[in-house]
Nanobody, 127 residues
Framework: QVQLVESGGGLVQAGGSLRLSCATS????????MGWFRQAPGKEREFVAA????????YYADSVKGRFTISRDNAKNTVYLQMNSLKPEDTAVYYC????????????????????WGQGTQVTVSS
């Protein structure tokens, strides 16, 4: 069983920055595909960013491209989401997700790819 624990959320003014962290318990973290999703009130959970296990390739939703950066530290079993130039529409609960299947070829953007999820951390951006 893989456990994911997010941290780093909070209240920030528009234009500000936050860095989310997701600590993972899995012993083979370096082979996990890791993703970030978010869910605003009354909306579906949506893809934000993902990072591959093999070559560190990254994938972003168009709405965050150029503002958010996903990264991972395999020595610390942690994935990060650096969020800059935050907008009120970025307000949501942010979830970390993991796919431990090394050779699964499905979409990085799909919620159904990810097996394990964290409990979420609230990000609120005020205007």
């Amino acid at each position: 069983q893989v456990q994911l624990v997010e941290s780093g959320g909070g209240l920030v003014q528009a234009g500000g920055s936050l860095r989310l962290s997701c600590a993972t318990s899995g012993r083979t973290f370096s082979s996990y595909v890791m993703g970030w999703f978010r869910q605003a009130p009354g909306k579906e959970r949506e893809f934000v960013a993902a990072i591959s296990w093999s070559d560190g390739s990254t994938y972003y939703a168009d709405s965050v491209k150029g503002r958010f950066t996903i990264s991972r530290d395999n020595a610390k079993n942690t994935v990060y989401l650096q969020m800059n130039s935050l907008k009120p529409e970025d307000t949501a609960v942010y979830y970390c997700a993991a796919d431990p299947r090394r050779y699964y070829s499905g979409s990085y953007y799909s919620r159904t790819r990810y097996t394990y999820w964290g409990q979420g951390t609230q990000v609120t951006v005020s205007s």
